[in-house]
């Protein structure tokens, strides 16, 4: 597990490796993450965006952008967590991911953002 604290937002990444599957004519990878977000601030949160870099070992980039996180912008009171679940295809073996969300504090009403620290995509057997 990869763990990161951004103002005051900790964020926890677990990955695991799905398997393989063809898409447009083309092996690609599938991998699936869980992320938590737990808010250890004082200050209630609202998660409004995010901002992915998805790296293969290819050096094909892929950013990520659009509104909340699996179609919900969850608002997070001090002590409160959201977990959700994503994934992604890598044409390579071998990746990462890393980004940020766009969050506003609602205290203060000013957005900041929240580092999403980088996590490796590794599919089995692929170091053998």
């Not at 951004?6 to 926890?12: F, L, M, W, Y």
């Not at 949160?45 to 992915?52: D, E, G, N, T």
């Not at 991911?97 to 205290?107: A, D, K, S």
Request: charged share 15%; hydrophobic share 35%.
């Amino acid at each position: 597990m990869v763990q990161q604290v951004t103002n005051g937002i900790k964020i926890s990444v677990e990955t695991n490796f799905v398997g393989t599957s063809y898409h447009h004519e083309r092996l690609h990878y599938a991998f699936d993450y869980k992320i938590t977000i737990e808010n250890q601030s004082n200050d209630s949160v609202q998660l409004l965006a995010r901002h992915w870099n998805i790296f293969d070992s290819l050096n094909n980039i892929e950013i990520v952008e659009g509104a909340g996180v699996v179609g919900k912008k969850p608002i997070l009171k001090p002590g409160g967590s959201h977990s959700y679940r994503s994934h992604c295809l890598l044409t390579s073996t071998l990746g990462a991911m890393n980004g940020y969300y766009e969050m506003v504090n609602f205290t203060t009403t000013k957005p900041f953002l929240v580092q999403i620290p980088t996590f490796q995509l590794l599919a089995s057997g692929a170091l053998n």
